[in-house]
Antibody, heavy 123, light 111 residues
């Protein structure tokens, strides 16, 4: 079945970096964009950016420009999101979510989500 | 401060019809499609409505979406206890080189 399986919870110190993985299965990896969305405790959803697994092109939210890097490994159908210079405000659950290619980055909606990865930033 | 504006809470009794509003601007809802997500406690969001009013397979027809100008609405009819969740609207925004924007979320309580 179609699923996105993310890596486990992380605890990081301020100033460190974190790299979260999202492994896709059950569908053609390069036929879907992958978005990253985060949710701080008790807060709403915040879009971080998108990667096109076919070619690796990316587009990041302005807020995260310079701190976030999204990459992919087509041999393992895995996308990665690395966030650097972590601060306490980056404590959140990070989700990957796919969108079918063929329209704009968001045309078909995020139809499958990963289970989420909790990242805690604390000294 | 979310780009799209939703009421923080809504409520209804079983069997009732409830609507949740989502207000945006010309750069997002006014010129792009609206999407709705349901998030049950402790779980990932689930796509409920795409492209204003389309339901993915498996989503009951009790859920419907509409859009007019720079606003959109999600309607839930025949309210059930399992509908108690957070609901988020989303849209593509053409500003700042393009981005996805979300509403702040509406917590629906089934009384």
């Amino acid at each position: 079945q179609v699923q996105l399986v993310q890596s486990g919870a992380e605890v990081k110190k301020p100033g460190a970096s974190v790299k979260v993985s999202c492994k896709a299965s059950g569908y053609t990896f390069t036929s879907y964009y992958m978005h990253w969305v985060r949710q701080a405790p008790g807060q709403g959803l915040e879009w971080m950016g998108i990667i096109n697994p076919s070619g690796g092109s990316t587009s990041y939210a302005q807020k995260f420009q310079g701190r976030v890097t999204m990459t992919r490994d087509t041999s393992t159908s895995t996308v990665y999101m690395e966030l650097s210079s972590l601060r306490s405000e980056d404590t959140a659950v990070y989700y990957c979510a796919r969108v079918k290619r063929g329209g704009s980055y968001f045309y078909y909606g995020m139809d499958v989500w990963g289970q989420g990865t909790t990242v805690t930033v604390s000294s | 401060q979310s780009v799209l504006t939703q009421p923080p809470s809504a409520s209804g009794t079983p069997g009732q019809r409830v609507t949740i509003s989502c207000s945006g601007s010309s750069s997002n809802i006014g010129s792009n499609y609206v999407y709705w997500y349901q998030q049950l406690p402790g779980t990932a969001p689930k796509l409920l409505i795409y492209r204003n009013n389309q339901r993915p397979s498996g989503v009951p027809d009790r859920f419907s979406g509409s859009k007019s100008g720079t606003s959109a609405s999600l309607a839930i009819s025949g309210l059930r206890s399992e509908d108690e969740a957070d609901y988020y609207c989303a849209a593509w925004d053409d500003s700042l080189s393009g981005r996805v924007v979300f509403g702040g979320g509406t917590k629906l309580t089934v009384l």
